[in-house]
Antibody, heavy 118, light 108 residues
Framework: QVNMVESGGGVVQPGRSLRLSCVAS????????AHWVRQAPGKGLEWVAK????????SHADSVKGRFSISRDDSKSTLYLQMNSLRIDDTAEYYC???????????WGQGTLVTVSS | DIVLTQFPGTLSLSPGEKATLSCRAS???????LAWYQKKPGQAPRLLIY???TRATGIPDRFSGTGSGTDFTLTISKLESEDFAVYYC?????????FGPGTGVDIK
């Protein structure tokens, strides 16, 4: 079954770090670019970061640049998001998404919730 | 960044009725790189339409997308009970990719 499953969310204090994982299955993960997208409570979707299929290209939203870092391990079919210096406004459901052949986000995980609170 | 505006904010309709959702971009969307997603609480977003008008795999033909440039429309011809959700438009032609604020379709 074609699937992406996130993990690693939880409650963390401001200024601390967290690493999210997203395991892909049912397809050749190494053939695809991938993204992280988040949704704060009661808000819309916000793109966070992208990594190319070979890891050579990475891009991050201005709101997380210098604090978050996207990476991948194709031997484990896993996408990561390292989140440092977390802030209260980083509280959100975080989704991983696969980029399809025409650059649309054609497969999404169910999400993992990150709550930043003192 | 390209800002996407969706209207109306909420649509209250009955099953069997037609839903028309609009998405307007602050600048022209490159090569119609415009998608629509359905989102239900606790579920992953589901791709409905990409390239402005192409239905994704497995999406029923009651969903259709039209538009180009800065104005795009998602139409649901006859609403079924499982269609009540929030719908987001998304442009991915220019970095950073951006999403609209969503249109909620709820049961009247």
């Amino acid at each position: 079954q074609v699937n992406m499953v996130e993990s690693g969310g939880g409650v963390v204090q401001p200024g601390r770090s967290l690493r999210l994982s997203c395991v892909a299955s049912g397809f050749t993960f190494s053939n695809y670019d991938a993204h992280w997208v988040r949704q704060a409570p009661g808000k819309g979707l916000e793109w966070v970061a992208k990594i190319s299929y070979d890891g050579a290209y990475k891009s991050h939203a201005d709101s997380v640049k210098g604090r978050f870092s996207i990476s991948r391990d194709d031997s484990k079919s896993t996408l990561y998001l390292q989140m440092n210096s977390l802030r209260i406004d980083d509280t959100a459901e975080y989704y991983c998404a696969r980029e399809g052949l025409v650059r649309e986000f054609d497969l999404w995980g169910q999400g993992t919730l990150v709550t930043v609170s003192s | 960044d390209i800002v996407l505006t969706q209207f109306p904010g909420t649509l209250s309709l009955s099953p069997g009725e037609k839903a028309t959702l609009s998405c307007r971009a602050s600048q022209s969307v490159t090569s119609a790189y415009l998608a629509w997603y359905q989102k239900k609480p606790g579920q992953a977003p589901r791709l409905l339409i990409y390239g402005a008008a192409t239905r994704a795999t497995g999406i029923p033909d009651r969903f259709s997308g039209t538009g180009s440039g800065t104005d795009f429309t998602l139409t649901i011809s006859k609403l079924e009970s499982e269609d009540f959700a929030v719908y987001y438009c998304h442009q991915y032609g220019k970095s950073p990719p951006t999403f609209g604020p969503g249109t909620g379709v709820d049961i009247k």
